[in-house]
């Protein structure tokens, strides 16, 4: 049962335009939602966060949106640089423990 | 920021031997810490929680006698690959929780593992 899915494995986009990136979650009990990137042969980077009593968190060029009625999340990088090409992996956690559920992941490249 | 490291960052055995790999939270106590496989182009697979002086919790079809766990102190987990077979070649990553941004987890950068 895949609780947290990213339907897009990949997304091409052009340098300086908007990258979005979205998820979408089936378990209502989470109440904490992550962003990683990950380069190859390397361990996920922590990107942002956002709890599920907010609709909206920013930091940057990354800006993370959470429409629970809907079940969804979505992060936006703007402007989009070359240096954002890699898989990100959203995630999510319940209050109680700090197990994450990964999606599958969305390979991003930024063509210059 | 909470800095994890894994060693050995990469690892090449025979088959029938066994591998440890290490995990350590370098700036911070960590009395939880989680290993995750991932196979190419796939997601991160939970393998088990690694919890300080006490057992691990496996998550269901994770041999626990093949993949031994031990997280002797609060900065350091260890994960055993025996027996190795080449279906155990993968990238093992471990994490820790941090105590900001709703818990984030920190992770290392990941040991590449290949059984010959």
């Known amino acids: 049962d895949q609780q947290v899915k990213q339907n897009s494995p990949s997304l091409s986009v052009q340098e300086g335009r908007i990258s979005i990136l979205n998820c979408d979650y089936t378990?209502?009990?989470?109440?904490?939602f992550l962003w990683y990137k990950k380069y190859p042969a390397e361990g996920p980077t922590f990107l942002i966060s956002?709890?599920?009593?907010?609709d909206k968190n920013e930091d940057g060029r990354f800006t993370v949106f959470l429409n629970k009625s809907a079940k969804h999340l979505s992060l936006h990088i703007v402007p989009s640089q070359p240096g954002d090409s890699a898989v990100y992996f959203c995630?999510?956690?319940?209050?109680?423990?700090?197990?994450?559920?990964f999606g599958e992941g969305t390979q991003l490249t930024v063509n210059p | 920021g909470a800095v994890v490291s894994q060693h050995p960052s990469w690892v090449i055995c025979k088959s029938g031997t066994s591998v440890k790999i290490e995990c350590r939270s370098l700036?911070?106590?960590?009395?939880?810490m989680f290993w995750y496989r991932q196979f190419p182009k796939q997601s991160l697979m939970l393998m088990a929680t690694?919890?300080?002086?006490?057992?691990?919790?496996?998550e269901q079809g994770v041999e626990k006698d093949k993949f031994l766990i031990n997280h002797a102190s609060l900065t350091l987990s260890t994960l055993t690959v025996t027996s190795a077979h080449p279906e155990d070649s993968s990238f093992y990553i471990c994490?820790?929780?941090?105590?900001?941004?709703?818990?984030?987890?920190?992770f290392g950068p990941g040991t590449r593992l290949l059984v010959l």
């Open positions: 994490s820790a929780p941090g105590t900001r941004s709703y818990g984030a987890q920190y």
């Open positions: 378990n209502s009990m989470f109440d904490y």
């Open positions: 956002i709890s599920s009593i907010k």
């Open positions: 995630a999510a956690r319940k209050t109680s423990g700090s197990r994450l559920t």
């Open positions: 700036d911070f106590q960590a009395t939880t």
């Open positions: 690694s919890n300080e002086g006490s057992k691990a919790t496996y």
